[in-house]
């Protein structure tokens, strides 16, 4: 692989227009194909060929009306009034018949029917004619809302509202704000910082900046084609910007180090791909198995999530192999550091540690109670991730304020917590109704049930659905509960009047995705594990490395979990985050942390580990060896965490309560993983093991084929890069 990404540098840099030129026509072309093509974002968790999806597909073939998506109007009557009142009623009416005026609501229900015991408030359901699980474009929602202007105008002095809430009134949050872009500005600081360059600091940002880019256009035309969350764009967005930044600066850190050293421009461009680009492919390639490993789930909103976090991985490394080598040939000369410069000084000067080296050097003298210390604390911190619960956020966990999370309060004030997940049973078969009557008649006994509605049958008698609304909300554990021991009654009443009885409904729905996920969660875990310990043994050629890399990785893991429970389940620091909803956590931020944090834990491992090994297979110092793959790339492996965990910061600012907890655990994860696990934990458990850290068995070493991410094959070889007058900035 290296000899090949050699001769891929070696040509990025000698036909540097062509290559640049080439990547930005690419991207150029996807941006208009994503401007004239774009599709739109599916809000569903729908689990196929899961019961509760199969039920909702009965409903819509036996109801078509309530096929679609559907909203909520609140009316609130104005202060010492009553909905009821002439005044009131006359202007709800109007704003009903302007709602149906818009295209395409396919109708709206009498608000006076769903009345409120103290008279306050009125609600009207509002149903489009768009296909299941589509979400209702934000120009829609401003038409729908803006039939309420006269109501507000008539009755708001006086303290009447009216406001829309629903699924189909759910927020689109923009992927990309003004905290991002704090975030951003951090990075390009602390890139500075590392290279005092404006120059060498700008590249990975525009590398970076340019595969996004090419990331969310390509995710905008794949939703054409497919179910995409629009939490997937958020996520490849977050981790493209990480990635495509870190993998920019170890190459170019390896090329003006060379060029430090007095290399020629296109000879280290060759070699910083072969050896720097080397460990990016590595690195890249867990990252991109391990979200797509998330396809295994079998959870759309999974799938859509990993494989677009994937493609904006996969993104980065191309670019880092293909624009990054023709921008540092083009940038020529300008990006080798002046003789009297920090980082000239620095590279050159053998005594110069930085200080991650001289945190390691004092690391290993105390090797077994770092070991001891680090094991135990991060043990303390994993603790609170034994009580972590899992729930689907819904328009209760939107931000304080918005009108889709006080339509949800108002809701639950006037009607319960149930009335915003109402659990529905379809009957379907001959005798539908006597079977539903049955099924009222068992369910009204039941503990946590507030209400039951129905039956509602179809014109044929063929078909009928009942309401069940519980005492608790949707995201409540006894919500989960109240469905479990629904279906276990209703398996019965099916089997002995041969009709068919299913528990459905969004919330029903929305409780199996929770349950295939958390199922999933073992699983995932132990391919991860075992992939990161078959990765490691191929690059390493060791089966101490694997062994620590992956015990550090779940003490990095545990911790984030710890983190995670801590501030969104417990409300530590939750008032000062912003946190809108304490309670259980998004079911897909566990599955979707362990999947990034894995792949940038080994990041982490390849860029520090790889430089030790270097030194070792030349000098065979063990101790040495650890000092010296310090002082090598511990500087990177700062720069690159500190730019991670800014990128990911920013987003807990986000507001958008499906993105924070993963945002809090990747950050949290970052730290831990970077500082304490990679250049505290690692450091000292080499010095421990020795020599025995970089051998294999003899019967081992046979089998195990062999990947050089260290160069060494172009090394050995000698392979020169043709002579030609150096590329000046164009």
């Given at each position: ?23 930005l ?7 208009v ?12 968790q ?27 109007v ?19 009416r109007?704003?009903?018949e ?9 109708d709206?229900s ?25 979400e209702v ?5 401003a ?7 006269t ?22 949050l923009?992927?990309?704000?003004v ?28 590398t970076?900046?340019l595969?996004v ?5 390509g ?14 764009l958020?996520l ?24 430090t050293?007095g ?13 720097a ?11 991109v ?45 300008r ?13 050159l ?23 001891v ?13 034994a009580q ?20 949800y ?13 109402p ?22 006994t039941?503990?946590?049930?507030a ?6 049958l ?7 659905l ?19 021991d629904?279906?276990?009654?209703l ?20 409780l ?15 391919v ?24 550090g ?19 530590w ?36 580990v790889?430089a ?12 040495e ?25 920013s ?10 907890p ?20 690692v ?18 070493d ?14 050995e ?8 007058p ?5």
């Open positions: 692989m290296a000899r090949f990404l050699y001769r891929l540098g070696a040509l990025a840099a000698k036909r540097r227009l062509v290559f640049f030129g080439a990547s026509a690419v991207l150029v072309a996807t941006l194909a994503m401007v004239l093509y774009g599709g739109s974002f599916s809000p569903g729908a689990i196929p060929g899961a019961p509760a999806q199969v039920a909702l597909e009965k409903v819509e073939q036996h109801f078509p009306e309530r096929r679609g998506v559907e909203g909520t609140l009316f609130v009557a104005p202060n010492g009034g009553q909905v009821k009142d002439a005044p009131v009623v006359q202007q709800m109007a704003v009903t302007r709602i149906k005026t818009v295209h395409p609501v396919a709206v009498d608000p006076l029917e769903d009345v409120s015991e103290d008279g306050r408030i009125a609600v009207a359901a509002i149903s489009f004619d768009l296909p299941p699980d589509t474009e934000p120009e829609l929602q038409a729908v809302r803006a039939t309420g202007g109501y507000n105008d008539a009755l708001g002095d006086h303290g009447g509202r009216v406001m829309f809430g629903g699924d189909a009134f759910e927020e689109e923009e992927p990309f704000g905290p991002e872009a704090i975030g951003i500005g951090v990075a390009l600081l602390v890139l500075l910082v590392t290279f005092g360059s404006v120059l060498a600091a700008g590249i990975p940002l525009l970076a900046a595969g880019g090419g990331t969310a256009a995710t905008l035309l794949v939703a054409n084609l497919f179910d995409v969350s629009q939490h997937a958020t490849a967005i977050m981790l493209g910007l990480a990635v495509g930044i870190d993998y920019a600066l170890l190459i170019v850190s390896r090329h003006r180090a060379q060029l050293r290399m020629g421009i296109r000879e280290s461009i060759a070699l910083s791909i072969a050896t680009g080397s460990a990016v492919v590595f690195a890249g390639l867990t990252v198995i391990a979200l797509a490993g998330l396809t295994l789930a079998g959870v759309p909103l999974l799938t859509s999530m990993g494989v677009a976090a994937a493609g904006a991985v996969a993104i980065a490394v191309l670019f880092a192999l293909t624009m990054l080598p023709a921008l540092m040939a083009l940038a020529g000369e990006l080798r550091p002046k003789p009297d410069s920090r980082a000239a000084r620095r590279e000067d053998p005594r110069k540690r930085g200080l991650a080296a001289r945190w390691v050097g004092g690391v290993i003298k105390h090797p077994r109670k770092i070991v210390a680090v094991v135990l604390g991060l043990g303390v911190l994993a603790v609170p991730a972590l619960e899992l729930a689907l956020n819904d328009n209760g966990s939107a931000a304080q304020g918005s009108e889709p999370r006080q339509v309060d108002l809701l639950a004030g006037a009607y319960g917590p149930g009335v915003n997940g659990l529905v049973v379809v009957v379907e078969g001959a005798g539908s109704e006597a079977t539903a009557k049955t099924v009222m008649d068992k369910v009204e039941m503990s946590g049930v209400e039951v509605n129905g039956p509602i179809t014109e044929d008698e063929q078909a009928a009942i309401r069940i609304v519980p005492t608790t909300g949707p995201r409540d554990s006894a919500t989960a509960e109240l469905a479990d629904v279906r276990a009654q398996k019965p009443i099916g089997n002995q009047s041969g009709t068919y009885v299913e528990l459905t409904g969004l919330t029903v729905v929305s199996d995705a929770v349950e295939q996920i958390d199922n999933a969660m073992l699983p995932f875990a132990v991860v594990v075992g992939l990161s310990l078959l990765l490691l043994l191929l690059a390493f050629r060791s089966w101490t490395v694997p062994l620590k890399a992956t015990a990785f779940l003490l990095s893991v545990g911790a984030a979990f710890g983190a995670m429970v801590a501030v969104f389940q417990w409300g620091l939750a008032g000062p985050l912003g946190v809108p909803l304490v309670g259980p956590v998004p079911s897909f931020a566990p599955i979707i942390v362990m999947a990034v944090l894995f792949g940038l834990a080994m990041d982490y491992e390849v860029f520090l790889s030790m090994r270097e030194h070792y297979a030349q000098h065979g110092d063990a101790s060896a650890i000092l010296a793959g310090s002082r090598a790339a511990g500087r990177v492996v700062v720069a690159a965490a500190v730019i991670m965990i800014t990128v990911f910061a987003f807990m600012f986000s507001h958008d309560p499906n993105v924070m993963i945002a809090l655990a990747l950050t949290f994860g970052v730290l831990v993983d970077a500082f304490i696990v990679r250049l505290t934990l450091p000292a458990v080499l010095k421990l093991l020795g020599d025995r850290a970089w051998r294999l068995p003899r019967w081992l046979r089998i195990v084929p062999k990947v050089d991410i260290e160069g060494h094959q172009v090394a070889t000698k392979e020169p890069v043709v002579r030609e150096e590329p000046e900035l164009v």
